[in-house]
């Protein structure tokens, strides 16, 4: 699964995912029924012509979470080097700087 934006994703196989709870909280707004609404209809004006899937439960994906700071990270190159963006550290396998 590809990544296209915070809560956006491409199957790779013609189909669009959105994950509703990281998409309004990357946009700023409260997990709200009427909120989750307004996106999807936002979303199936588009008229994209791609089949879209949205869901609740937020997409598997690998991820690098900081032991330092909590602060998450799906970049792949984040991942691979044990990477946190937000205190610019890279972690060793022990959790240290």
């Known amino acids: 699964m590809k990544r296209?934006?915070?809560g956006v994703y491409d199957d790779e196989?013609?189909?669009?995912h959105l994950d509703l709870p990281e998409l309004l909280a990357a946009h700023g707004y409260a997990d709200t029924a009427e909120n989750r609404a307004t996106m999807i209809a936002a979303v199936h004006n588009l008229n994209l012509?791609?089949?879209v899937d949205e869901?609740?439960?937020?997409i598997a994906r690998p991820a690098f979470t900081c032991p330092?700071?909590?602060?998450?990270?799906?970049?792949?190159k984040d991942i691979?080097?044990?990477?946190?963006?937000?205190c610019h550290v890279f972690i060793d396998d022990e959790g240290a700087l």
């Open 13 to 16: 196989k013609g189909g669009l």
């Open 80 to 86: 691979a080097e044990r990477y946190c963006g937000h």
């Open 68 to 76: 330092l700071c909590g602060w998450v990270s799906h970049h792949p």
């Open 55 to 58: 869901t609740d439960t937020p």
């Open 49 to 51: 012509g791609i089949p």
């Open 4 to 6: 296209l934006a915070p």
